[in-house]
């Protein structure tokens, strides 16, 4: 080791014991004996979750070779469009987004707050009720019963049983909060805490509000939106604050720019909703709050951004190694870019053109996979060894995974960002029939399928690995599966 | 200290959830609920319902919006698909159907702009029957192939030899009711005051 980075090291330890005392602390023992507290509620959340990813995947591809081959599959009621399209969203949203990210959440809960979980039996019935939740709100939208609301499709009864899922799953959150043997309190722990009061209070406004005609409207958006807000984003910065650090042994980069990140992020975000309606019969006022507010979004995202790009600077060989730093560092340059390209979605010359089109639909997956979906893949990685105390048998299998679902978001987001400005600009243009706008999406739609093949066929990777893993089967390691062996970084 | 602190970290998530939706939920409700029915704007029968519902079951409004965007905003204007929508033209809509996605037109006016049984009945069937290059999902569990038609059925006018020697394309209850809140589509009577929608106006 050089001169210079033994300062670096000495400098940062500082920081970390004066900010986060959980990284310095090299209590083994303790360690052991949290994630033994939470082994097998975590595993059940992941291990469901990996199901929900399987099957909503696959819906999404079903959805997506029938934009091009509408007659595919054309005569079964259950498998058209219209139902296997909310189908896809509410089973990777509730399914594997909301049980993966439980998942961790509770796992780094207890990290963080240094202490057993608290009250672990409640979370077998929250895995339950959720899972049974998903099914039965899944199954009732393909056979024909669903609200008609995006993001709110499953039937009350379905969202009644999901909330006391949650509910259970967020009072041993707290109470571990409240017995915490730490003063510090972590940033992710912030997101946490913030979501798990914030998604009940959402849901249920939402699920059991009445509301007519454009508040209705306004409502669903305001919720479909705060889903992001409250729950899908918290989980994703919560899990790159904690692993970017954590994996590359240094401190987050500033306090006061996560201090900042969190209360402006909490300030705007709720404000965006209306964003999904401009241009549409809702008053001038409300739609321009939200496109104020989410041009404001641009503070806490380049704070945290900031935060996030100084803490892994010069370590970026270090993602030659660590697979779970190769996902983290993925999600979180994803989310700077999904968040800086909404900003200017809000804005209406730009909206004018992208509303209604495909261009939607890639900065969609452009959030919720490039970003989320891909920590939470990073998450998975370096959990589930300390859990099953077996590590993943064949580090090719990570690489193939990760190369799979990086190539094939990378084709999804570009083929439908550059398709659907095309198709916004042919259907703001009256010269251009409505069907030659159309007919001129099919390329990148053909696209779409490409790079949705591949993220497919990476997670049946992964899931592949995840039962090989469990299962014990496969060499074992006493190594994290690097994908070289991290001494040559001192050498370097 | 500590308790305090926590404190005021759970008020300060609290107030901001709060706030959000008082802004974009609370008030508006109170604002638009006086909104009155306009004239011209007539509630849906019980037929037109169940066709509404048959609308949300296939999940039509992934691909169809019903809103018209005004003048300077899109083309919505130029391809004649109706005057700016306003908050009166939903008062009976629920769950309302905005929509965000032009896979497909606009059909908040589609039964003004397309008047005829037949072309929607052959449409639903099988959308290319009509328009070669469509990508519109058929929906052939809407009709029934079968030898007779009842006494008070509809016979869709399948062209070419797609339906087998003596027997007939009928549409189901489901299709008629479908057809009929498509026809019933039409906000073409004059928009009421629009003081909701742009508080600029007078
Ligand atoms: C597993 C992670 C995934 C998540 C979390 C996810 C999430 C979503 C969301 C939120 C939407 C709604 C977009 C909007 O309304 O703007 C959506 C739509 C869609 N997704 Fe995914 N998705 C995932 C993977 C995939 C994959 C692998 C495919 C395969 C091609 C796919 C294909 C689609 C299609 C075709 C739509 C419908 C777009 C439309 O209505 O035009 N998704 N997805």
Same mark, same amino acid.
């Given at each position: 080791?050089?001169?210079?980075?033994?300062?670096?090291?000495?400098?940062?330890?500082?920081?970390?014991?004066?900010?986060?005392?959980?990284?310095?602390?090299?209590?083994?023992?303790?360690?052991?004996?949290?994630?033994?507290?939470?082994?097998?509620?975590?595993?059940?959340?992941?291990?469901?979750?990996?199901?929900?990813?399987?099957?909503?995947?696959?819906?999404?591809?079903?959805?997506?070779?029938?934009?091009?081959?509408?007659?595919?599959?054309?005569?079964?009621?259950?498998?058209?469009?219209?139902?296997?399209?909310?189908?896809?969203?509410?089973?990777?949203?509730?399914?594997?987004?909301?049980?993966?990210?439980?998942?961790?959440?509770?796992?780094?809960?207890?990290?963080?707050?240094?202490?057993?979980?608290?009250?672990?039996?409640?979370?077998?019935?929250?895995?339950?009720?959720?899972?049974?939740?998903?099914?039965?709100?899944?199954?009732?939208?393909?056979?024909?019963?669903?609200?008609?609301?995006?993001?709110?499709?499953?039937?009350?009864?379905?969202?009644?049983?999901?909330?006391?899922?949650?509910?259970?799953?967020?009072?041993?959150?707290?109470?571990?909060?409240?017995?915490?043997?730490?003063?510090?309190?972590?940033?992710?722990?912030?997101?946490?805490?913030?979501?798990?009061?914030?998604?009940?209070?959402?849901?249920?406004?939402?699920?059991?509000?009445?509301?007519?005609?454009?508040?209705?409207?306004?409502?669903?958006?305001?919720?479909?939106?705060?889903?992001?807000?409250?729950?899908?984003?918290?989980?994703?910065?919560?899990?790159?604050?904690?692993?970017?650090?954590?994996?590359?042994?240094?401190?987050?980069?500033?306090?006061?720019?996560?201090?900042?990140?969190?209360?402006?992020?909490?300030?705007?975000?709720?404000?965006?909703?209306?964003?999904?309606?401009?241009?549409?019969?809702?008053?001038?006022?409300?739609?321009?709050?939200?496109?104020?507010?989410?041009?404001?979004?641009?503070?806490?995202?380049?704070?945290?951004?900031?935060?996030?790009?100084?803490?892994?600077?010069?370590?970026?060989?270090?993602?030659?190694?660590?697979?779970?730093?190769?996902?983290?560092?993925?999600?979180?340059?994803?989310?700077?870019?999904?968040?800086?390209?909404?900003?200017?979605?809000?804005?209406?010359?730009?909206?004018?053109?992208?509303?209604?089109?495909?261009?939607?639909?890639?900065?969609?997956?452009?959030?919720?996979?490039?970003?989320?979906?891909?920590?939470?893949?990073?998450?998975?990685?370096?959990?589930?060894?300390?859990?099953?105390?077996?590590?993943?048998?064949?580090?090719?299998?990570?690489?193939?995974?990760?190369?799979?679902?990086?190539?094939?978001?990378?084709?999804?987001?570009?083929?439908?960002?550059?398709?659907?400005?095309?198709?916004?600009?042919?259907?703001?243009?009256?010269?251009?029939?409505?069907?030659?706008?159309?007919?001129?999406?099919?390329?990148?739609?053909?696209?779409?399928?490409?790079?949705?093949?591949?993220?497919?066929?990476?997670?049946?990777?992964?899931?592949?690995?995840?039962?090989?893993?469990?299962?014990?089967?496969?060499?074992?390691?006493?190594?994290?599966?690097?994908?070289?062996?991290?001494?040559?970084?001192?050498?370097? | 200290?500590?308790?305090?602190?926590?404190?005021?970290?759970?008020? #300060? $998530?609290?107030? &901001?959830?709060?706030?959000?939706?008082?802004?974009?939920?609370?008030? *508006?409700?109170?604002?638009?609920? =006086?909104?009155?029915?306009?004239?011209?704007?007539?509630?849906?029968?019980?037929?037109?319902?169940?066709?509404?519902?048959?609308?949300?079951?296939?999940?039509?409004?992934?691909?169809?919006?019903?809103?018209?965007?005004?003048?300077?905003?899109?083309?919505?204007?130029?391809?004649?698909?109706?005057?700016?929508?306003?908050?009166?033209?939903?008062?009976?809509?629920?769950?309302?159907?905005?929509?965000?996605?032009?896979?497909?037109?606009?059909?908040?006016?589609? #039964? $003004?702009?397309? &008047?005829?049984v037949s072309w929607h009945m052959l449409?639903l069937y099988? *959308?290319?029957l009509?328009?070669? =290059?469509?990508?519109?999902?058929?929906?052939?569990?809407l009709f029934e192939v079968k030898r007779t038609a009842g006494p008070d059925e509809y016979i869709l006018d399948v062209p070419?030899?797609r339906v087998p020697?003596g027997k007939v394309v009928v549409a189901t209850p489901?299709a008629e009711?479908?057809v009929?809140?498509?026809?019933?589509?039409?906000?073409?009577?004059?928009?009421?005051?629009?003081?909701?929608?742009?508080?600029?106006?007078?």
């Open positions: 080791m050089t001169q210079e980075s033994k300062t670096n090291v000495n400098e940062a330890t500082e920081r970390a014991k004066a900010f986060h005392q959980h990284e310095t602390m090299d209590d083994t023992e303790l360690r052991i004996k949290i994630d033994e507290s939470v082994t097998s509620q975590t595993a059940i959340f992941f291990a469901t979750s990996l199901f929900w990813l399987l099957i909503g995947s696959i819906f999404g591809l079903i959805a997506s070779y029938k934009m091009h081959w509408p007659d595919w599959l054309g005569e079964y009621a259950v498998l058209t469009f219209g139902r296997i399209r909310p189908a896809h969203l509410n089973t990777v949203a509730y399914g594997w987004i909301s049980l993966a990210g439980a998942g961790t959440l509770l796992w780094m809960t207890s990290r963080l707050t240094r202490v057993p979980l608290q009250w672990g039996w409640m979370l077998y019935i929250s895995a339950f009720l959720w899972n049974v939740g998903v099914a039965f709100g899944t199954a009732a939208i393909l056979f024909g019963y669903s609200r008609g609301m995006e993001w709110l499709e499953f039937p009350r009864i379905a969202g009644a049983i999901i909330a006391v899922g949650f509910v259970f799953f967020a009072l041993p959150i707290l109470k571990t909060f409240v017995r915490r043997k730490v003063k510090h309190i972590y940033v992710s722990l912030w997101y946490i805490l913030a979501s798990v009061v914030w998604f009940p209070l959402l849901y249920l406004t939402a699920n059991f509000g009445h509301y007519q005609g454009v508040v209705e409207a306004g409502m669903n958006w305001w919720y479909g939106h705060n889903l992001l807000t409250v729950w899908v984003t918290p989980i994703g910065l919560a899990i790159a604050y904690y692993f970017l650090p954590k994996v590359i042994g240094r401190p987050i980069y500033s306090y006061y720019l996560s201090l900042l990140g969190f209360w402006s992020f909490a300030l705007f975000y709720n404000w965006n909703g209306i964003h999904h309606l401009i241009g549409g019969p809702l008053p001038t006022w409300l739609v321009t709050v939200s496109i104020v507010a989410s041009v404001m979004m641009v503070i806490p995202v380049l704070a945290v951004a900031v935060n996030h790009h100084m803490t892994t600077f010069k370590h970026f060989n270090m993602l030659k190694y660590s697979p779970t730093l190769r996902f983290t560092v993925f999600g979180a340059m994803s989310y700077t870019a999904v968040s800086l390209q909404g900003s200017a979605m809000a804005l209406r010359s730009i909206n004018e053109v992208t509303h209604f089109t495909h261009y939607t639909v890639g900065h969609a997956h452009l959030g919720v996979y490039a970003f989320s979906t891909m920590l939470l893949f990073g998450a998975i990685y370096y959990i589930m060894p300390r859990l099953s105390k077996w590590e993943w048998p064949y580090p090719r299998l990570v690489r193939l995974h990760f190369w799979l679902t990086a190539i094939g978001v990378i084709i999804y987001v570009v083929a439908l960002t550059i398709g659907g400005w095309y198709q916004g600009l042919n259907m703001n243009n009256s010269d251009v029939s409505f069907i030659d706008s159309v007919v001129k999406t099919i390329p990148y739609l053909y696209l779409r399928s490409l790079g949705g093949t591949l993220m497919v066929a990476g997670h049946l990777i992964f899931i592949y690995h995840f039962v090989l893993m469990v299962k014990r089967a496969g060499p074992r390691r006493f190594a994290p599966p690097w994908f070289k062996k991290p001494v040559e970084e001192s050498a370097v | 200290m500590m308790f305090i602190r926590s404190f005021v970290f759970f008020f #300060g $998530v609290l107030a &901001t959830l709060l706030l959000g939706w008082a802004a974009l939920v609370g008030i *508006p409700d109170i604002m638009i609920s =006086e909104v009155k029915p306009p004239e011209g704007l007539e509630r849906y029968t019980a037929e037109e319902l169940f066709g509404r519902q048959i609308y949300i079951r296939e999940g039509c409004l992934y691909c169809h919006s019903q809103q018209v965007r005004p003048e300077g905003f899109g083309a919505d204007q130029d391809r004649l698909w109706g005057r700016p929508s306003v908050p009166a033209d939903y008062v009976y809509d629920r769950p309302h159907l905005l929509g965000t996605m032009r896979t497909g037109p606009d059909l908040m006016n589609i #039964g $003004v702009r397309q &008047t005829s449409h099988d *959308p290319r009509v328009v070669e =290059e469509s990508t519109m999902p058929p929906y052939p569990w070419g030899n020697e489901e009711a479908l009929e809140y498509l026809l019933s589509l039409d906000r073409s009577f004059d928009a009421p005051q629009r003081e909701v929608t742009n508080d600029d106006d007078e």
